[in-house]
């Protein structure tokens, strides 16, 4: 784990409660739907292609949202949302898997498990579609990615500089997402992604599905960072802020 680099007293705190955290009993094996095919089937059937994020709270968050997480999930569905993302992060981001296993009973689309996994024993809590993998915490990229996919998981590998979208490409992700939120200072710049992408031009060639993350909140960005190459814009506080559904039809309607 690279931990060299300024980060937040949040994001300790939130790594050092991942490293104490349990995986699963039992090892899980996954049926995964297939979050680049939802993503492409949105933008054929013109919509933007947005995996909407149940994030009850996080540490950039006032309050926190405790509606009934299967029927926020419908709602973000029923406004068009490609994909899903479940926070499952419990000390600072109010998440759970048993959210995640309620709400990827109740909808179709595919479901992405949003936590900071360090360990593999930690891919086996609970079953998604998607697990996430941080590139700049996790030790081993290529044996975790290994071990995600032998259980069925794709991996959505998230990275924050240019020298990290190179780790995850050389480690063979196919799934690679640009998060926009800066982990020492917790602030979004939306030119992140876009620099990224310049700097590493392969995460353009076709060969990876590339997610833009954090800080999306207007049309306009949605356009932004499709026009910047995103395939998928991951959205948490916009859409969490207020009716889920109308905030949810409000950035897929494009
Ligand atoms: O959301 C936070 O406050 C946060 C703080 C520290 C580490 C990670 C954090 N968020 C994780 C995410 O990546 C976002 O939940 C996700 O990309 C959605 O972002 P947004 O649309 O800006 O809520």
Do not use: W
């Amino acid at each position: 784990m690279d931990t060299s680099g300024e980060l937040s007293p949040a994001v300790r705190s939130i790594l050092s409660a991942a490293e104490e955290r349990d995986g699963g009993e039992t090892r899980c094996t996954v049926d995964a739907r297939s979050l680049p095919d939802a993503l492409d089937a949105a933008a054929d059937g013109g919509r933007a292609p947005v995996i909407a994020e149940l994030k009850p709270t996080s540490p950039t968050t006032d309050g926190e949202r405790t509606d009934d997480p299967v029927e926020l999930a419908e709602e973000m569905v029923a406004g068009g949302a490609a994909a899903l993302s479940v926070l499952t992060e419990p000390e600072h981001f109010g998440g759970s898997t048993e959210t995640l296993r309620r709400v990827r009973e109740a909808v179709s689309v595919p479901v992405l498990r949003k936590d900071f996994l360090l360990r593999e024993a930690q891919l086996d809590a609970v079953a998604s579609d998607v697990v996430l993998l941080i590139a700049r915490f996790v030790d081993d990229l290529d044996g975790l990615l290994a071990a995600a996919r032998e259980r069925g998981f794709q991996v959505l590998v998230e990275v924050h500089t240019p020298g990290e979208a190179r780790t995850a490409l050389d480690a063979g992700a196919d799934i690679i997402g640009v998060n926009n939120r800066d982990l020492a200072e917790l602030s979004v710049d939306l030119s992140t992604f876009e620099s990224v992408v310049e700097s590493v031009p392969e995460l353009r060639d076709g060969s990876v599905t590339l997610i833009a993350e954090s800080g999306i909140e207007t049309r306009e960005d949605v356009t932004r960072m499709r026009s910047a190459g995103a395939d998928g814009l991951l959205v948490g506080s916009a859409i969490m802020d207020g009716d889920v559904r109308e905030n949810t039809e409000r950035l897929t309607d494009v």
